[in-house]
């Protein structure tokens, strides 16, 4: 089994950062591919960034440019620093664990490929 606890969500005005983290209890998350995820109410669950042991982020279309996802391999720790937030940014956000590399690579965003899900951390930007 793998936890993921997510930490750094709160209230913040638009144009605002944040700087969500996850903790995953796994000894190397190298060997998984990471991701963040959210979802607000009505909507659908979305992508937003991932990572692998190798090579760069994968970010939405819709945060690219403002968001920037990080790993320290040496922490376990999952990052993700959310700048010039705006009232649809405003989410749960959810960190995920997926076990097979090769297979996520394919679509590092979708959500069918993550087995391993932390418990959410809310983010909420008021205009």
């Known amino acids: 089994q793998v936890h993921l606890v997510e930490s750094g969500g709160g209230s913040v005005q638009a144009g605002g950062s944040l700087r969500l983290s996850c903790a995953a209890s796994?000894?190397?998350?190298?060997?998984?591919?990471m991701a963040w995820f959210r979802q607000a109410p009505g909507k659908e669950r979305e992508g937003v960034a991932a990572?692998?042991?190798?090579?760069?982020?994968t970010y939405a279309d819709s945060v690219k440019g403002r968001f920037t996802m990080s790993k320290d391999n040496a922490k376990n720790t999952l990052y993700l620093q959310m700048n010039s937030l705006g009232p649809e940014d405003t989410a749960m956000y959810y960190c995920?664990?997926?076990?097979?590399?090769?297979?996520?690579?394919?679509?590092?965003?979708?959500?069918?490929?993550?087995?391993?899900w932390g418990q959410g951390t809310q983010v909420t930007v008021s205009s």
């Open positions: 995920a664990a997926s076990s097979n590399i090769w297979v996520t690579s394919r679509e590092p965003l979708r959500s069918i490929w993550y087995g391993y």
């Open positions: 990572i692998a042991g190798r090579g760069s982020p």
């Open positions: 796994v000894s190397d998350v190298s060997t998984y591919y």
